[in-house]
């Protein structure tokens, strides 16, 4: 009898332990998606979420969702709901009228292994980014972006001159504008010399990375930070670890610790590359904070100087805050830049009668040798003006920008709870019939000032740096650095499309759009 009462105990108890952990199961997993379920969305697969409609559809996904499920819908990254924001309308409610109700960004699993990506200004929450984002403003002032314009010309200058000796016909040009953009950043950012848009160097050295071949320091650096950003994934070609994340997120750090001592993975490869790029970020930043000549005008030092004329700054800009801001200021302007300054040419190259309307324009400012003023640049390019934002409304580099709820908040007649992740489908919006007519054709002119199309359009319709307090800082520095480089390269160059690109681009899924097989063109002089 005692022993009959006793298995009954036991079962019972084993049947509420597995009841309790089941439970506990269900609830971490469905727990995200219980607080947002009315938001309308397809149907969720467990634990992949809708993970397989990113590999059917890539980065068109949220546009077919759209279509589909309207101007806001649900989308799981794994078991991580995300609320998609598709309409401009929603998008200003989100970034700029409901802005205090939700001021920060989500951490996504590639990120949230990497202190060095979290502690600069992209990642950092509350009134730390805000004092932050301030101390940084002054940097961007207009008098210090023209103050910018020589260094930016002479990196311009060289990269182009390099076209100019080459006797290739063909280059990938993606792997051209990456160097230039990286090395005009390390200059404004360190205040240092990368060399890179002088040397064939970077598609080599990604992957000497792989191979631990040792170069010299500079090009080291640069090239764990190419290998670094490349790895940070979205979908399932990143780290064990990282998918870990996307699909059960509280494995991702344990897991994370264990691959990251076994050789050969790529989490032990990202492990050792990013420790070494803070090491050595942190060794530049020490050196800089020992060294009291700081006469330079370079991000660091002005940060640097904000931090020591302010009793404020000094409490937020410790040392590894400094190191992560100024890192992301190389991280967060290059490959963006780079990206769309190759966009923009491809497109061009594509479109005869648009790449005769600049180059009658650019001819028309001047003599080769005038060198554009920071004043020129805003006021005498009206057309490449245009050309830059149709390039950048039609590959849109960063199509989608996180926000997350700090308390329960109304957007588009849900009511989403605090912590929910609210993602603005900044693409979606770029190619939506209804403020682009003909959104596939790429037509410069519809950003005419004069042009109809652009007065019917909602303002915030095209938003390529984002939107409200948190849009891009560095949104002018990108803009002139863009505008210079078109106005270099044709006046020299004009550009085809290599045979052997294929048609149309592919692109993948980085922290950031990136091309899958580069932009490969043919060069030719202009007499
Ligand atoms: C074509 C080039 C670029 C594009 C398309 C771009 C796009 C963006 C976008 C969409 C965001 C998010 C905005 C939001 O959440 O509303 C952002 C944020 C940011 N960008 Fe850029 N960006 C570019 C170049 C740069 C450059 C050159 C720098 C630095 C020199 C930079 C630094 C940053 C930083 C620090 C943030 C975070 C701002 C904050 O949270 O306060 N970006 N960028």
Not at 145 to 169: C, D, G, N, R, Y
Not at 370 to 376: K, N, R
């Amino acid at each position: 009898m005692e022993v009959l009462f006793a298995t009954s105990v036991w079962l019972i108890s084993t049947i509420f332990t597995g009841l309790a952990i089941l439970g506990g199961i269900l609830g971490y997993l469905y727990g995200p998606y219980w607080g947002v379920r009315r938001v309308p969305g397809p149907p969720t697969i467990p634990l992949l979420g809708h993970l397989p409609l990113l590999a059917k559809y890539g980065p068109d996904v949220f546009s077919v969702l759209a279509e589909q499920y309207g101007p806001i819908f649900r989308f799981h990254m794994g078991r991580q709901p995300l609320i998609i924001v598709a309409d401009a309308e929603l998008c200003r409610e989100v970034g700029i009228k409901k802005f205090k109700d939700i001021p920060n960004r989500s951490i996504p699993a590639p990120i949230s292994a990497s202190p060095l990506h979290q502690k600069g200004l992209f990642f950092t929450r509350d009134a730390r980014w805000s004092t932050m984002r301030n101390t940084i403003l002054s940097v961007y002032q207009p008098s210090h972006l023209a103050s910018l314009v020589p260094t930016m010309q002479s990196f311009i200058e060289s990269a182009t001159e390099k076209l100019h000796s080459s006797k290739e016909e063909e280059i990938t040009f993606s792997t051209l504008s990456l160097g230039l953009a990286t090395d005009i950043l390390g200059q404004a950012a360190f205040g240092v010399n990368f060399g890179l848009s002088n040397t064939h160097s970077i598609g080599k050295s990604i992957k000497k990375i792989d191979g631990e071949d040792n170069d010299d320091e500079v090009s080291d650096f640069i090239n764990q930070h190419i290998y670094s950003t490349t790895q940070l994934k979205m979908d399932f070609s990143g780290s064990l670890s990282i998918i870990l994340g996307l699909l059960v997120p509280i494995l991702q750090e344990p897991f994370r610790q264990i691959l990251k001592r076994i050789p050969g993975t790529m989490d032990c490869k990202v492990e050792r590359t990013n420790r070494k790029l803070s090491g050595r970020v942190d060794d530049i930043v020490a050196k800089r904070m020992k060294d009291r000549e700081r006469g330079s005008k370079d991000f660091l030092s002005v940060i640097m100087k904000a931090m020591e004329s302010e009793a404020v700054s000094k409490n937020f800009f410790t040392p590894d805050y400094i190191s992560a801001v100024t890192y992301e200021h190389l991280l967060a302007g290059s490959a963006t830049t780079a990206f769309t300054l190759s966009s923009i040419v491809y497109l061009v190259a594509g479109h005869p009668e648009v790449e005769k309307k600049l180059l009658a324009e650019i001819d028309g400012f001047g003599p080769s040798d005038q060198m554009p003023t920071a004043h020129d640049l805003q006021h005498k390019f009206p057309y490449i003006d245009q050309v830059i934002k149709e390039a950048m409304r039609f590959y849109m580099v960063s199509p989608l920008v996180a926000r997350e709820t700090s308390r329960d908040v109304e957007i588009g007649g849900y009511l989403l709870p605090k912590g929910t992740w609210v993602w603005l489908a900044l693409g979606v919006l770029a190619k939506d019939p209804k403020n682009f007519p003909e959104p596939d054709k790429f037509r410069p002119e519809r950003f005419d000032p004069n042009c109809q199309e652009l007065k019917q359009r909602h303002p915030y319709a095209f938003i390529p740096f984002g939107i409200g307090p948190r849009s891009c800082i560095g949104q002018k520095f990108a803009l002139q650095e863009l505008n210079l480089s078109l106005i270099h390269l044709y006046r020299k160059y004009v550009f085809r499309h290599s045979p052997d690109m294929e048609k149309p681009l592919e692109l993948e899924y980085g922290i950031v759009l990136n091309f899958k097989n580069g932009v490969k063109l043919r060069v030719i002089r202009r007499t």
